[in-house]
């Protein structure tokens, strides 16, 4: 029998009428890698909350190697030891790479900060994670994928005894996941035990020794990897063994002998995108595969005009479209649902009746200056209602929600000013098996009602069961242009 690091006892938390944890016991063995899985809302992130010293529970009790507490702070918790890596990132997008991995614990000398050593500790922990961040860049100006690994080497630095991972491979590609999973494996080895909260149930199996599976906030399962199978993992989280036997294709053919509602011809613009072309024909999802830096991750948000264009050209539903801005690209029914919803889709200070009325005001076309509150709450009822959004009430805040209701609020604004043409960023990073497949069967609804689809995603497997067709870019120019591949093959096209 090995030792017990941590065990939880009757936690209850409540928020609003909403039960997060709901008498949850659970024991994490010293030296184990322990996944926690569940759907959005299962009550995960509370837990990693509460034993990181955020979040105080109602009741019950936890105990860090037999040493109990009815509740602990943020300060008792690293003092024991406790690290975590949250997948909404928490750094400090203005200041550079070396502060950021040092927040209030710089090492000093003669009572200095000593920049010397704690660059060389830096350097060790970015190599180490395969990050390729300088330690003078400022954290804004690298891609999200780099930034998540920023967070991981922050917390590695801190030598935790007890490791936190909240969806560490939320945002990477499939080269810097398989990384971090071996690195993963190599941590009990030095001494830390390791709590990886993941949706990914094959990253699950690859990396942990014991899985626990939450559904609304109480423990449902908890038993060794090795004696389980992602079938009955899938039965705990959800209830149901059949909800990820989704279909990929369309009822409708994809409808290529009418004009493309979007055409991208010798796309270039001030970063990353050298020369590409695309097009997206009605009924048509067409996948966008790419290593972060290949011009994949700057393409949507271009298009979209978020980005500078220097060359080539844009038409949409038929007509060239100049000087590109998103405010006309919403007025046009161009949507950009973006990876980092917490940084550029939502509002997080505001409520989520607001959040579901930004764009449908924006982008309206009646010329209305005056807008009824009561349409508005009708509008934000109908579509928690349709997207099965899991809220109390409309009028709170859409930070209080989890991250995978949090995405479907950003994609229910959108889909409110129904556009032509859908542009999807990693729509479905952070989200949990359940939602995703609802997004799933969401996405490919918008392509059926005869509109286009153009999406991004860090997920092969998303790519090759949703995508019509895929475009594989490169040095940011598209090399191929597959319509049928499986994921081994798109991933030798993506790195070959």
């Keep these: ?11 209850n938390k409540n928020y609003g009428g909403v039960k997060a944890l709901n008498s949850l016991s659970l024991e994490v063995m010293a030296g184990e890698i322990h996944a926690i899985v569940g759907e959005n809302g299962a009550g995960k992130s509370t837990l990693m909350k509460i034993l990181s010293g955020a979040v105080s529970p109602d009741s019950g009790s936890i105990s860090f190697i037999g040493q109990e507490f009815q509740e602990i702070s943020v300060l008792t918790a690293r003092n024991l030891g406790v690290g975590i890596m949250h997948q909404e990132l928490r750094l400090f997008p203005a200041r550079d790479v070396l502060t950021n991995l040092f927040p209030n614990t710089e090492k000093t000398k003669f009572g200095f900060i000593d920049k010397r050593t704690m ?9 180490r994670i395969g990050s390729k961040a300088k330690l003078d860049q400022q954290v804004s100006t690298l891609p999200i994928s780099e930034q998540q690994l920023i967070e991981l080497a922050r917390t590695l630095i801190e030598e935790p005894k007890l490791l936190i991972l909240d969806e560490p491979t939320s945002a990477l590609n499939k080269s810097e996941s398989d990384r971090l999973i071996a690195l993963c494996r190599e941590l009990p080895k030095i001494g830390t035990t390791v709590l990886y909260v993941s949706h990914r149930l094959d990253e699950v ?14 423990l449902i399962l908890s038993k060794p990897a090795k004696q389980l199978d992602i079938g009955q993992v899938i039965e705990g989280i959800t209830g149901e063994r059949t909800k990820t036997n989704f279909s990929a294709k369309s009822v409708k053919e994809v409808d290529g002998e009418s004009a493309p509602l979007l055409k991208v011809v010798h796309l270039e613009n001030d970063g990353q995108i050298r020369n590409i072309s695309l097009s997206v024909f009605p009924h048509e999802i067409v996948g966008i595969a790419g290593l972060i830096g290949s011009g994949a991750d700057e393409l949507l948000e271009t298009i979209f005009g978020a980005r500078t264009i220097r060359s080539g050209e844009i038409t949409f539903a038929g007509q060239s479209s100049q000087g590109r801005s998103p405010e006309k690209s919403v007025q046009q029914g161009l949507a950009l649902i973006p990876a980092d919803r917490k940084k ?19 982008g309206n076309k009646q010329g209305k200056i005056i807008v009824k509150k009561s349409d508005l709450q009708s509008r934000a009822t109908r579509l928690i209602k349709k997207l099965g959004i899991k809220v109390a009430s ?38 949990d098996i359940g939602a995703k497949n609802e997004l799933f069967s969401l996405i490919r609804g918008i392509a059926e009602e005869g509109r286009g689809v153009l999406m991004r995603s860090t997920d092969i497997s998303e790519l090759t069961l949703l995508c019509d067709r895929i475009l594989i870019i490169k040095g940011g120019i598209n090399t191929h242009d597959v319509s049928k591949t499986n994921d081994e093959e798109l991933l030798h096209l993506i790195n070959g």
Aim: charged content about 20%; hydrophobic content about 50%.
């Design 394 to 431: 409309e009028f709170d805040n859409v930070s209080s929600l989890s991250g995978g209701n949090q995405q479907k609020v950003v994609v229910a604004k959108w889909l409110e000013i129904q556009p032509k043409v859908v542009l999807l960023d990693d729509p479905t990073r952070g989200v």
């Design 1 to 11: 029998m090995g030792i017990s690091l941590v065990s939880v006892r009757n936690l």
């Design 344 to 362: 550029v889709g939502l509002m997080m200070e505001r409520s989520i009746l607001d959040n579901l009325s930004m764009v449908a005001v924006a």
């Design 205 to 218: 199996f690859a990396v942990a020794d014991h899985i626990s599976v939450l559904r609304n906030g109480s």
């Design 119 to 127: 660059s060389k500790i830096a350097e060790a922990a970015l190599e």
